[in-house]
């Protein structure tokens, strides 16, 4: 797609340029953390609805990185011992989709655990055919192959408990206001599961 190709471009920028370091080019998935713009929009989400829903057919990869595994990882690749350059993938171990993001989902927020899938259609009217087709409907299949080989150990492999320990800590010590809704209903729906 065209996020590929522009990706392309700038690494050939960058080797040509000749630095007369050791260069990085992270790249990252989609980076969760309790107060990323993704959990901003997918925990009330899905906690409002009670269902959890997939972005089309669901069967796309869905690559991501827990914030304190991509802080780690951005430690790792500047600590010379691990002698990493050049292009990094900086996501989590075990390949997801979309669909395994929505369960994961509904499981943290008390919910059904059958998501339901959207309209592809909707997200090509909402962003544009290009922009839906290339970052929402088709994900590349990512795998961190350099940072594993480097060593670098993940404090959050699996999808599913990294999202239970963001809503954790979001339940443990809510920030604003969405996150005191989220666990009001968090706790509402907690009590009414015993």
């Not at 065209?2 to 050791?22: C, F, S």
């Not at 829903?53 to 796309?60: D, L, R, S």
């Not at 809503?167 to 809510?174: G, L």
């Amino acid at each position: 797609g065209i996020n590929a190709e522009y990706g392309k471009q700038w690494y050939q920028r960058r080797v040509r340029a000749e630095i007369p370091t050791r260069l990085v080019n992270a790249r990252f998935g989609v980076v969760l953390g309790h107060d990323t713009e993704p959990m901003a929009l997918l925990l009330p989400g899905t906690m409002a609805a009670s269902i959890p829903i997939t972005i089309g057919n669901g069967t796309q990869p869905f690559p991501w990185i827990h914030m304190d595994d991509a802080v780690s990882a951005v430690i790792a690749m500047m600590d010379q011992e691990t002698g990493l350059s050049g292009p990094v993938n900086v996501v989590a171990p075990n390949v997801n989709t979309n669909t395994d993001l929505a369960h994961a989902l509904g499981k943290a927020c008390l919910c059904v655990d059958k998501p339901i899938p959207t309209l592809s259609g909707m997200y090509r009217l909402l962003y544009g055919t290009e922009r839906a087709d290339n970052i929402l409907l088709d994900s590349p299949r990512v795998a961190p192959g350099r940072l594993v080989e480097s060593g670098f150990e993940f404090a959050h492999p699996e999808l599913e408990g990294a999202i239970k320990a963001l809503v954790q800590e979001i339940v443990s010590n809510p920030i604003g206001g969405a996150d005191q809704w989220f666990t009001r209903a968090y706790q509402k729906k907690e009590k009414s599961c015993k």
